[in-house]
């Protein structure tokens, strides 16, 4: 078996034990007998809510932090390099945002120190005599001293040698991991063990005097004969180094804490740090000899593998909710980045919060399961907040702080694979699970909508649009999708017509669709105001114009010359166009004859409805009329069949002030009809003035 295999062998073998608490023979397994808690997740709820709860007595306390250690003999003064000691100056200053951060490089160091010693033992072959006390349990604890001032971290790791103490924690920028991992890489091992280690800048260790006085490091490394050592040093010019006696085999960290930073004495407090970013780490965290990590990064399980309560389980947690996902989307892939996601849509409807665009991502961002960003802004797009999860990427380029580099191009690029990964997903539930999808969109397409108005790429708008849903004009009691539209009106129909009405009553019965109707061509009709911004928004899909009913009557010019039985002739439509013309001058735009309608006496047209729609409701209360009209340039267009048209034509000679009075009602109506009138009890006065005037002779 190569040495690329052995690793892989044991990385699964790993994982595995860790989800299934196996105990066969593995060397691995006796580190993981003394770790019961970690093997099961199914439990890990109640387990956790029960540390929460400031602890059952019936819990055993499990602890190996015991203050044994004595120093001996003299101890050697080094000075730091003076660029170390640069560094290690705006590493304790500046570096980080929150000073909180420094119990997560901790905790990352140690767990590092565990793999490290995994792979060691595992890979050690004859080597294996070379190392002492192999079959230890392999550990992290914690301990809080509120009296004492003092945070302690230790770990059953690898340990240190004196060599490795100078060099690694002597010079500040040497990762001791990345050292590491590159010498795993040059023994041509494969990478598959590294994504566990964490390290790669050598600071985080220093993080560590943002809150210490003093800083003193315990080690003992396994290689036989290493000695106890201790390390010592306040951040300042120089360290220490001793030897120490009773010192166990691994690492222990005891921080002294400035007095302003007591709080990470606290045991609540710490805890509180500890699940916010190291919950997941591949090893038991012992807070005061009670577990403190306990939730599996069941984002790194095989898919298949993890069950459905589990799912619920760790959805509840990182959502911070109470529902359970309706869809969960778990993947990973290596191409073209490394991502493992583990994304949920939720089962409840969307909060008000998640309502408004100021809310949060749902998603998180790790990297070898150490919270990076808990919110992160860019890795999914805006329209997209109710989804929640995980995305654990090691491509992720972090800065010295591990915080996040926001708009780096690969943030962007991860976005547009997750995003363009969901709308796969989606389109796939609704067609492999229609009902549940029909659920999901009524209560959340209006985010789909939201996206198709946002995005600035139209791939992306059309993606998007597949997931659309509207009823048409010959599928009354189902909604059918683009995709369906263009498959049933075939090829030769370049455009797909839509359009926006209160009803399907209403719509039926609009002028617009009347055309179309007569020609026999589907249409959507869409109910939601938003609808025609969303769809306009659109513009195209599939190769195919998508376009409103209105605006194609606005683009169609009737033939004058040829209008047909019962209409008014071509001399008599040259008298009232232009007398209809001027009694509404100030209002339209122009006027037009259509051929298009059929029951309706005349229509209202502008360049796009939608919009104009949108802008009466949302801003034409704030302007003059006048101005309104000359925004919206409303086209007027009449049916020169229609009997009302056809005596305005008589009335204009023979009753001019009647014809005026209608002119205007049927304008006033028009824009109603059109959903453009900003308060349909403007039509009253003029009708009123124009039943009493048609009422006077009687
Ligand atoms: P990084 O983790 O990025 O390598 P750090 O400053 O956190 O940088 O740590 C520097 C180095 O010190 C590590 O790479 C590792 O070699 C060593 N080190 C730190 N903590 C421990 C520990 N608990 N056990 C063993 N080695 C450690
Ligand atoms: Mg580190």
């Known amino acids: 078996m190569s040495l690329a295999n052995r690793i892989l062998t044991c990385a699964i073998r790993t994982n595995y034990i860790r989800n299934h608490g196996s105990r066969s023979a593995c060397y691995i397994h006796k580190s993981f007998q003394h770790a019961p808690s970690i093997s099961l997740y199914r439990d890990s709820r109640f387990n956790f809510a029960r540390n929460l709860s400031s602890q059952s007595s019936d819990e055993k306390i499990h602890t190996i932090i015991r203050e044994t250690e004595k120093p001996v003999g003299s101890s050697n003064k080094h000075e730091f390099q003076a660029e170390t000691r640069m560094l290690l100056d705006i590493v304790a200053r500046s570096l980080y945002s929150e000073n909180e951060v420094f119990v997560r490089e901790l905790i990352s160091n140690a767990s590092d120190a565990l793999e490290k010693f995994r792979y060691t033992i595992h890979t050690a072959g004859e080597n294996e005599k070379n190392y002492e006390n192999q079959d230890r349990a392999l550990e992290i604890h914690i301990g809080t001293d509120k009296q004492g001032m003092q945070l302690i971290i230790q770990d059953t790791g690898i340990g240190m040698t004196e060599e490795e103490l100078i060099n690694n924690l002597g010079t500040i920028a040497r990762s001791g991991s990345k050292h590491f991992l590159e010498q795993i890489k040059e023994k041509g091992a494969a990478v598959q063990n590294s994504s566990n280690i964490i390290g790669q800048f050598g600071v985080g260790f220093y993080s560590a005097f943002m809150v210490a006085d003093r800083v003193d490091v315990y080690t003992k490394s396994s290689k036989v004969g290493s000695p106890g050592l201790r390390w010592s040093s306040d951040g300042s010019g120089s360290y220490e180094i001793q030897e120490a006696e009773n010192v166990a085999y691994g690492t222990k960290i005891v921080i002294h804490l400035k007095p302003e930073c007591r709080e990470y004495a606290d045991e609540d407090r710490i805890r509180a740090v500890i699940k916010k970013y190291s919950n997941f780490v591949g090893s038991s965290i012992y807070l005061n000899g009670k577990q403190a990590n306990v939730i599996q990064p069941v984002w790194l399980m095989e898919p298949k593998d993890v069950t459905l309560e589990q799912h619920t389980e760790f959805y509840r947690f990182i959502g911070n909710t109470f529902d359970a996902p309706r869809f969960v989307l778990h993947y990973k892939t290596d191409v073209p980045l490394s991502i493992r996601a583990l994304l949920y849509f939720p089962e409840g409807k969307p909060g008000l919060f998640e309502m408004s665009r100021d809310a949060d991502i749902g998603v998180a961002l790790y990297t070898r399961k150490i919270l990076i960003q808990s919110k992160t802004a860019n890795l999914l797009p805006k329209w997209l907040r109710f989804v929640k999860g995980v995305v654990d990427s090691e491509d992720i380029p972090l800065n010295l702080s591990r915080e996040l580099l926001q708009n780096s191009g690969l943030i962007k ?9 969901v709308l796969r997903y989606l389109q796939d539930r609704a067609v492999k699970q229609p009902a549940d999808y029909e659920a999901f969109y009524k209560e959340y397409g209006l985010f789909l909508k939201e996206g198709i108005v946002t995005t600035q790429d139209q791939t992306e708008r059309e993606e998007i649009a597949k997931l659309l849903r509207y009823e048409s004009s010959k599928s009354p009691d189902t909604k059918i999708s683009l995709s369906e539209y263009c498959s049933r009106v075939g090829l030769e129909q370049k455009v797909i017509y839509y359009l926006c009405a209160p009803s399907r009553v209403l719509a039926e019965s609009s002028p617009y669709y009347e055309a179309l109707k007569k020609k026999d061509v589907e249409v959507l009709f869409c109910y939601e105001p938003h609808d025609e911004i969303v769809l306009m928004q659109l513009g195209m899909f599939n190769g195919k114009n998508v376009t409103s009913a209105e605006k194609e009557m606005r683009q169609d010019n009737a033939d004058v010359s040829d209008l047909g039985e019962g209409s008014l002739r071509k001399s008599e439509i040259d008298e009232i166009v232009p007398w209809i013309k001027e009694k509404l001058s100030g209002k339209v735009s122009d006027v037009k004859i259509t051929n298009r309608l059929d029951s309706h006496p005349c229509v209202i047209t502008v360049d796009e409805m939608g919009a104009a729609r949108h802008f009466i409701r949302t801003q034409s209360h704030q302007m003059p009329e006048a ?56 039509l009253l006065n003029n009708m009123n003035e124009l039943l009493s005037k048609a009422l006077e002779k009687h």
Do not use: C, W
């Not at 020169?640 to 005596?647: D, G, L, N, Q, V």
């Not at 209608?662 to 308060?679: H, I, K, P, S, W």
């Open 413 to 421: 690029k991860l976005s547009t694979v997750l995003t363009s990964r």
């Open 627 to 682: 101005n309104r009209y000359a925004l919206l340039q409303p086209q007027f267009e009449i049916n020169p069949r229609h009997t009302i048209i056809k005596k305005l034509h008589k009335l204009k000679t023979s009753d001019p002030e009647l014809g005026e009075l209608l002119t205007r009602q049927l304008f006033v109506n028009a824009m109603v009809a059109a959903g453009l009138a900003e308060d349909p009890r403007t």
